[in-house]
Every structure is written in structure tokens, then in C-alpha cells.
């Protein structure tokens, strides 16, 4: 029989106890013996919720029980989180996890210590919720090179945007409705800023390159700054508006960016709406390929937290090969990422002026016109619009 603990009982935590219980028996003949909760770990008490009969407050008590071999981290946050994953590791627990934050952060030296120990850190549900994106990365695209991964990473903010896409709300409204419904935070700054996903392409860069990536180095962008009047133009261009996550090689390096991008009704993201996730892969070999699902929520993250579990189970005493360095990668200037440009202008200006022949949009938005540039580098349209009154701009991907 195999032990495991969990560490955290909040939303991903209940969830993954969930997903043991509900499918034991199947768990069981996949792991090849049975597979049992005996901790979990959290301050608060759970009164008439049977996980009582596991509860514990004591980290000591998980860590110093030898019969523990797995352990979900699902408490989220760097602190403790960061130093209860390295004590499992070093005590030669495997650890599975949905965090992140500590992934993006420490992603390379975990994966070291736990070599180190005959251990495995994994952590496919820290990106894309229950998509598998991290495993199929990792072992079924080991041949090709990867030339780009981008996708649509935060459910919560492309809830937001299908929102006000679609009901034609103000992002300040769609913001209290997602908060409402439990999407958003009460502190909505990670996913709505665009942190959130800036951490989840700095793994999957990390991954494809096998250098850490700093998901600091990333430049990011959010959607706070999205109107009613940006959707007016991109309804008109046969576009949606989505938060995109994109890393591109570029020699022996990648450029990484986030940002809101009008993305074309025939592009496969377009169609990605409400929380769900995609991940848009382009191997040398492979050519393209699409991973999509359910980005976030209690049970597809807790899935991907117990597949990983399944996962560890299979594979006590071996090592699961990771490809993931600590040498730091220098990314590309995302200021050579080249594209089209969209931005609006008030009535009377000379667009063509600065960025030469593009494209006049006329969405009916008084006192102001639609255009889109020529394709250019980020370098190149700074430069040109520093001289022009641009009242908004969003980058146009396809
Ligand atoms: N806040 C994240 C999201 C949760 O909305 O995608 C899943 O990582």
C-alpha cells in the first residue's frame, strides 16, 4: 500500500481528496497496489467533513512518517510552500503540485533535489488546469524542437473577455461578476495583470528550452486597460480579444511575451471562450498541434494533481527525466517580435503618416477611427508611434 499526504485542504486540496475518493478502485489497478490519503494538512478544522478522520496542523508529522511516499502540495503561495516541497523532497517523498508561483520560481532546483533523493517533483497542473500539456511536452514532443508555444494560459481572464464580448459589459462589471461567481479574487492582480500567465509560459518555455526561464524577464501585459470600444473594432475585424501567452524561438533562444491580442476568426484560438485553456504547440517535426480544456476550476486541476500522484506511485525509487536546467536563459528582446499593430486615433489624424499603408477600420466609434499597420517589430512600432496620439493599441496575431 502506498501513503500520501496532501498539504492544503482549499479548492485544489478538497478537490484532489475528491478525485482519490471517487475513483479508488480505478486508481488502484492503475497504480498496480492501493494508493491511500493518510495526512491531510491544513490549519483549519473541517467540522463534519470526513476529512476529519486525516486531519492533521502538523507538517512534522507528514514529513517524519516514513510510510508517506507521495505528497500533493496544493497550498499555493511561495512561503511556506517553498520549504515543505524541499523538506519532502530531502526526506525522499515525491511531491506533485497545481503551485505556480513556486514552479515558475524554483521549478530547475526542486527538480535537482529531487534527483538528488531518487524522488520526482511534478507538476502538471500548474499550467492549463486539467490539460495535459506538461507530460506531452516532456515525453511525446522529446524529438522535435520546439519553435513555438502560445496559448490562451488564465480561465479567469478569458472568462472576463467572452464576457464582455459577448453582453457588450464594462471590464469593471465583468470584473465584480467573475468575482461574484468565485473566478476572480478578491485580489484579481495575478490573473487580470497577466502574472498569472506570464509565470505559466515562463514554465513552458523552461520546458522547451531546458533552461530556467525568469518569469521576471518576461515583458507582460494585462487587460485592464480593454474597453467596450476595443470590441466594437475587433467584431468589426472578425476578431476576439484574448489574453495570449507566447513563446517564440528565435536562435538559440526564445522571445516571451503576454499580452491582449485581436485574434482572427479563423486562428484556433479564436474559438477558445469562458475559462477554458488552449495551448497552441509548433515542433520542427510536429508541425502544429493543440492542447484544450479546462484551465482552472477544483476537479480538472485536482485530475492533473492526481494523475501526477498515479503518476509518482508508478514510479517510487525511479526517476521520471526531466529537461529542465538551472543555468539561467537569456530571453530575446521582445522588442524583435514582429506582427501587425492595431491602434485607434482621433477623427483627422494621418495614420499612414508614421506607420505607412495599412488599414482604416470605421467601427462606428465616435470622434475616432480603427488602423492597422503594416507588419513591423515591437522596436520599430515604438519608435514610429512615440510621434503619433494613439488613443489604444492592441497587437493583431494571425
Ligand atoms: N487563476 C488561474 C486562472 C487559476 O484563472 O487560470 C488556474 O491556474
Not at 488546469?129 to 524529438?143: E, Q, V
Not at 475587433?234 to 507566447?246: D, E, G, Y
Not at 477611427?369 to 493583431?396: C, N
Request: aromatic fraction near 8%.
Amino acid at each position: 500500500m502506498i501513503k500520501v499526504a496532501i498539504m492544503g485542504y482549499g479548492t485544489v486540496g478538497s478537490g484532489v481528496y475528491e478525485v482519490i475518493k471517487t475513483n479508488q478502485k480505478s486508481i488502484d489497478k492503475k497504480v498496480g497496489q492501493e494508493l491511500r490519503i493518510k495526512y491531510v494538512l491544513d490549519l483549519r478544522e473541517f467540522p463534519g467533513d470526513p476529512v476529519m478522520e486525516v486531519l492533521t496542523h502538523d507538517f512534522e508529522e507528514i514529513l517524519n512518517d516514513e510510510e508517506v511516499k507521495i505528497v500533493a502540495e496544493v497550498m499555493g503561495g511561495l512561503h511556506p510552500a517553498y520549504e515543505f516541497t524541499k523538506r519532502c523532497l530531502e526526506a525522499g517523498k515525491s511531491v506533485c503540485t497545481s503551485n505556480k508561483e513556486l514552479v515558475a520560481e524554483h521549478g530547475a532546483e526542486l527538480i535537482q533535489i529531487a534527483k538528488e533523493h531518487q524522488v520526482n517533483y511534478l507538476f502538471e497542473a500548474s499550467v492549463g488546469g486539467g490539460i495535459p500539456i506538461i507530460r506531452p511536452l516532456n515525453s511525446s514532443l522529446t524529438a522535435d524542437v520546439i519553435l513555438e508555444i502560445s496559448g490562451i494560459l488564465n480561465g479567469t481572464t478569458n472568462y472576463m473577455l467572452t464576457k464582455m464580448d459577448r453582453e457588450g459589459l464594462d471590464y469593471i462589471d465583468v470584473l465584480k461578476e467573475a468575482q461574484h461567481k468565485g473566478y476572480a479574487e478578491l485580489h484579481p492582480e495575478a490573473d487580470v495583470e497577466g502574472w498569472d500567465a506570464c509565470r505559466k509560459i515562463a514554465i513552458l518555455t523552461s520546458l522547451a528550452s531546458g533552461s530556467q526561464v525568469d518569469y521576471r524577464d518576461i515583458y507582460t501585459e494585462g487587460i485592464t486597460k480593454i474597453t467596450t470600444r476595443d470590441f466594437a473594432y475587433a467584431k468589426k475585424m472578425n476578431r476576439a480579444i484574448k489574453l495570449l501567452a507566447i513563446s517564440r524561438k528565435v536562435g538559440d533562444t526564445y522571445c516571451v511575451m503576454v499580452s491582449p491580442a485581436l485574434i482572427h476568426r479563423e486562428h484556433p484560438l479564436y474559438m477558445v471562450n469562458d475559462v477554458f485553456n488552449a495551448v497552441f504547440v509548433e515542433g520542427n517535426m510536429l508541425g502544429t498541434s493543440m492542447f484544450y480544456g479546462s484551465g482552472a476550476g477544483k476537479l480538472p486541476t485536482a485530475s492533473a494533481v492526481a494523475g501526477d500522484i498515479v503518476d509518482a506511485a508508478r514510479h517510487l525509487g525511479k526517476i521520471i527525466t526531466l529537461f529542465w536546467e538551472p543555468e539561467k536563459l537569456e530571453l530575446a528582446p521582445m522588442e524583435q517580435m514582429t506582427r501587425r499593430f492595431f491602434v485607434r486615433m482621433k477623427e483627422g489624424a494621418e495614420p499612414e503618416a508614421y506607420f505607412g499603408d495599412g488599414e482604416r477600420i470605421d467601427a462606428r466609434v465616435p470622434g475616432e477611427f480603427g488602423f492597422i499597420t503594416p507588419v513591423m517589430s515591437e522596436a520599430e512600432y515604438a519608435a514610429k508611434a512615440a510621434g503619433a496620439e494613439i488613443i489604444s493599441m492592441l497587437r493583431v496575431e494571425g
